[in-house]
C-alpha cells in the first residue's frame, strides 16, 4: 500500500525536518539518529495536543542541555501555521499545541482513507510466521486453547495492519503417544458402533462423547475388520483416520471464532521427511550437537540405578540455557525438544521472524527453544528475531460460581459451548481485555452484561449508537457532510485527537506485538463517545442531529461517521464484528 501520512505520522515527520535543520545550522552534530525520538499525546491533554522528548534524548550527544536545545526545536516549530503553541515542559519536554484546522484535516483524512485508515507500511513486508493453537489432535477445543488461539490471530492481524506479510501457522503435534492413546479410544468407539458393549471407558483413555462418531465411521469404513484384530494391524490406520478426524473438528471449532490458519504442519510428517535428521546434521556441521553424557538430575540424589548415558547433546549453553539438552532418547527416538528444533528451522527457512504463542504451563522450555533459534541465527548468518508469547489459563465463571463441564468432552468446556452460548465477539473481545500474561476470569454472566463495566457491550453499543444516529438523521432528511466542520467546537475536536491516535496506536501495539492495546484503545474511544452523547442531555446544541441547524448537523455526523469507521477498523483487527444494532 501506499503510505498517506496522517497526523502523528506528519508531525513526526515535521519534528524530523526541524532536527535535520538543526544539524545542518551545526546545533547537533552530523550522523544524529533520531530513532529514540518518540511524538505522543501528553498525558494531561490540559499541556498540549502533542508532545515530543526529542530534546531529552539528544540534547547529550549534542553537548547541551536539554532546555537549551528544547528552545532551539520550539523556535523552528512555531514557524508552522499549524502550531498555534510550543511549551517546554519540566526537564526538557515540548508540548505542542495544534490549530483546530489540524484536527479538521485529520478528520477528513479519515473519512477519505475509510477502511484503510490505520494501516501502515511500518511492517516493509517482513515475513513473520505466527504459531499458534498447536493443540494436541485429541479432541475438541476448549478452553485451555482459547486465549492463545484468539491472542495470536489478533497479533497475525496486527502485523498485517502494520505492513508485514503474516503466514498463520499450526503444529500439530501428531508423533507422540498421545495419538496412539487416541486411536485406542477410537478403536473401543469403533467396537461400540458395532453393537459390542463396552462398559466404561478404561483409565488412561479418552473419555468424551465426540469420539462416538468417529468410532461410527469407520465401522462404516472397515466393517468388523478390525474388531477382533490384534492392536499392531489397526493402530496405524486407526491413528490416521483419528487424527484427520480430530483435525477437522478443530478447523471446525476454530472457525467458530473466525480463526484460519495458513499452515497446518504435522509433527509425523516433519520426521517421516528425515527433517530431524537434517536438522542435527546441519547442527553438527557448526558444531552445535556433539555426543555427551548427561547430567544427573540436579536438585536431588539420582536414582540407585541411574548410569550416565551418551546422547546428542545441542549446545544450549552457548545460547543462555542452563545446560545442554538432548535431542534424541537412549532408544533413539527424538525427544520432544529434538523434533520441536527441527520444526523450527523448517519454519525459518522461509521467515524473517518467529512468533509462537504458548499457554504457561510450557515455560520451562522457552529459553532452550530461543537457544534453538539462536543458533539457527548464528549459523545462517541472518539474524531471525523470535518471541514467545506465553498466556495464561482463564478460569471459568457462571455469576461468580465455578462452571460448569461440559457433557460433550467429559471433562472440560468446549469453544464451540462457549461460543453458541455468548457468541464468537464476545469471547474475542473478552479475550483481550488483560495482558496474556495476566490471570483471567471469563464469567458467562457478566461478559453478556449490557453495561459499562463489559468492555465488548461498551465498544459495539458505541458503534450501533452511531449507526442509529445516522438511520435517523437520514429519516429525517440530514446526511453527513464535510462542507460546515468549521462549525465543531472544542468538545468535537476532543473526540478527533481519541481518533487520531488509532494509527500510532496500531504501530505501537504492533511493535509490542500486543494486540490487547488495540481493545484498551476502542473501549477509551468508546468511552468519549459516549460522554459527548451525554454531553447533548446537558447541552442540546452539542446533539448529533438538530434539525433546526441543518449545517451543524451535518458536521457533527460527519464527525459521527468517522468515529464509527475508526471503532469497525480496531474491531476489523481484533476479529470482532461491528454491529449496527442491540
Request: proline share 5%; charged share 25%.
Given at each position: ?45 490540559s499541556h498540549g495536543d502533542l508532545s515530543t522528548n526529542a530534546a531529552m534524548v539528544l540534547a547529550k550527544g549534542a553537548g547541551t542541555n536539554p532546555r537549551a536545545l528544547a528552545e532551539a526545536i520550539t523556535a523552528k516549530l512555531t514557524a508552522y501555521p499549524a502550531i498555534t503553541g510550543a511549551d517546554i515542559a519540566g526537564p526538557g519536554f515540548i508540548n505542542l499545541r495544534l490549530a483546530p484546522t489540524a484536527w479538521i484535516e485529520e478528520l477528513r483524512n479519515i473519512a477519505a482513507l475509510g477502511d484503510q485508515y490505520g494501516r ?260 545462517e548468518g541472518r539474524p531471525i528475531p523470535f518471541d514467545v508469547k506465553l498466556v495464561q489459563m482463564v478460569q471459568l465463571m457462571r455469576g461468580g460460581e465455578p462452571a460448569k463441564m461440559s457433557k460433550r468432552s467429559g471433562n472440560f468446556i468446549t469453544i464451540a459451548d ?165
Amino acid at each position: 500500500m501506499t503510505e498517506t501520512k496522517t497526523l502523528y505520522a506528519a508531525y513526526a515527520a515535521l519534528i524530523e525536518n526541524v532536527l535535520t535543520d538543526l544539524v545542518a545550522d551545526g546545533v547537533l552534530p552530523a550522523g544524529t539518529s533520531f530513532a529514540n525520538v518518540t511524538l505522543e499525546p501528553p498525558r494531561d491533554p490540559s499541556h498540549g495536543d502533542l508532545s515530543t522528548n526529542a530534546a531529552m534524548v539528544l540534547a547529550k550527544g549534542a553537548g547541551t542541555n536539554p532546555r537549551a536545545l528544547a528552545e532551539a526545536i520550539t523556535a523552528k516549530l512555531t514557524a508552522y501555521p499549524a502550531i498555534t503553541g510550543a511549551d517546554i515542559a519540566g526537564p526538557g519536554f515540548i508540548n505542542l499545541r495544534l490549530a483546530p484546522t489540524a484536527w479538521i484535516e485529520e478528520l477528513r483524512n479519515i473519512a477519505a482513507l475509510g477502511d484503510q485508515y490505520g494501516r501502515s507500511v511500518m511492517g516493509e513486508g517482513r515475513r513473520v510466521n505466527v504459531e499458534y493453537v498447536s493443540a494436541n489432535p485429541t479432541g475438541p477445543m476448549h478452553m485451555g486453547h482459547c486465549r492463545g488461539a484468539v491472542v495470536g490471530d489478533a497479533l497475525a492481524s496486527l502485523l498485517e495492519w502494520a505492513g508485514h506479510a503474516v503466514t498463520r501457522e499450526y503444529y500439530i503435534n501428531d508423533a507422540g503417544g498421545q495419538v496412539d492413546t487416541l486411536a485406542r479410544s477410537v478403536h473401543l468407539r469403533y467396537r461400540e458402533a458395532l453393537g459390542e458393549d463396552i462398559g466404561a471407558i478404561p483409565e488412561g483413555l479418552y473419555p468424551g462423547d465426540y469420539l462416538k462418531p468417529v468410532g461410527a465411521a469407520l465401522a462404516e469404513t472397515f466393517g468388523d475388520q478390525f474388531r477382533t484384530a490384534d492392536e499392531a494391524e489397526w493402530l496405524p490406520a486407526f491413528r490416521k483416520e483419528a487424527v484427520a478426524r480430530m483435525m477437522d473438528m478443530i478447523r471446525t471449532d476454530l472457525a467458530m471464532l473466525g480463526i484460519h490458519h495458513d499452515i497446518f504442519a504435522s509433527e509425523a510428517e516433519l520426521q517421516a521427511a528425515g527433517k530431524p535428521e537434517a536438522a542435527e546434521a546441519w547442527l553438527r556441521a557448526h558444531d552445535l550437537v556433539y555426543d555427551g553424557a548427561l547430567e544427573a538430575p540436579k536438585g536431588k540424589a539420582p536414582p540407585e540405578d541411574w548410569e550416565p548415558v551418551e546422547l546428542p547433546l545441542f549446545r544450549s549453553t552457548k545460547f543462555g540455557d542452563d545446560q545442554d539438552r538432548p535431542i534424541k532418547k537412549s532408544n533413539g527416538a527424538w525427544t520432544y525438544f529434538g523434533a520441536d528444533l527441527a520444526y523450527h528451522m523448517q519454519k525459518a527457512e522461509g521467515s524473517d521472524e518467529l512468533i509462537d504463542i504458548w499457554g504457561a504451563d510450557h515455560a520451562g522450555t522457552v529459553k532452550r527453544i530461543k537457544a534453538a533459534v539462536a543458533a539457527l541465527s548464528a549459523g545462517e548468518g541472518r539474524p531471525i528475531p523470535f518471541d514467545v508469547k506465553l498466556v495464561q489459563m482463564v478460569q471459568l465463571m457462571r455469576g461468580g460460581e465455578p462452571a460448569k463441564m461440559s457433557k460433550r468432552s467429559g471433562n472440560f468446556i468446549t469453544i464451540a459451548d462457549m461460543v453458541d452460548e455468548v457468541g464468537k465477539d464476545v469471547v474475542r473481545f473478552t479475550m483481550l481485555t488483560r495482558k496474556p500474561e495476566a490471570q483471567m476470569e471469563f464469567d458467562f454472566v457478566k461478559v453478556i452484561e449490557a453495561s459499562k463495566d463489559n468492555p465488548v457491550f461498551y465498544v459495539q453499543y458505541a458503534h450501533a449508537r452511531i449507526c442509529s444516529t445516522l438511520r435517523k438523521a437520514a429519516e429525517a432528511g440530514l446526511a453527513p457532510s464535510a462542507d460546515a466542520l468549521d462549525r465543531l467546537g472544542e468538545e468535537e475536536i476532543a473526540l478527533i485527537r481519541r481518533a487520531a491516535q488509532f494509527p500510532r496506536e496500531i504501530e505501537a501495539a504492533a511493535r509490542a506485538r500486543e494486540p490487547h492495546r488495540i481493545a484498551f484503545y476502542l473501549y477509551d474511544l468508546a468511552a468519549d463517545l459516549h460522554a459527548f452523547w451525554n454531553l447533548g442531555n446537558d447541552r442540546p446544541e452539542k446533539r448529533f442531529i438538530v434539525e433546526q441547524d441543518a449545517a451543524g448537523s451535518a458536521a457533527r455526523l460527519f464527525l459521527a461517521t468517522a468515529i464509527g469507521q475508526v471503532i469497525r477498523n480496531g474491531l476489523g483487527v481484533l476479529g470482532v464484528d461491528a454491529v449496527e444494532t442491540m
